[in-house]
């Protein structure tokens, strides 16, 4: 449960700075890094709550 809730503040956090940051730099590559980042965030997490998520094997 504990992963659950640090995890879901975590993406909160880092989606709030990186719309931040897109709003001040608009450009499509940039745009493209953040979704892609974003997609790998929220795959590692949903894994990470799938396997347990203590960090071990």
Same mark, same amino acid.
Request: aromatic share 8%.
């Given at each position: 449960?504990?992963n659950l809730?640090?995890? !879901? #503040?975590?993406?909160?956090?880092?989606v $709030?700075? %990186?719309?931040?940051?897109l709003?001040?730099?608009?450009?499509?590559?940039? !745009? #493209?890094?953040?979704?892609?980042v974003? $997609?790998? %965030?929220?795959i590692?997490?949903?894994?990470?709550?799938?396997s347990?998520?203590?960090?071990?094997?």
């Amino acid at each position: 449960m504990t992963n659950l809730i640090t995890g !879901i #503040i975590g993406i909160a956090s880092v989606v $709030a700075f %990186l719309s931040f940051m897109l709003v001040w730099v608009p450009a499509p590559p940039l !745009i #493209i890094i953040v979704v892609a980042v974003m $997609a790998l %965030l929220v795959i590692d997490f949903l894994q990470s709550l799938k396997s347990g998520g203590n960090g071990g094997s």
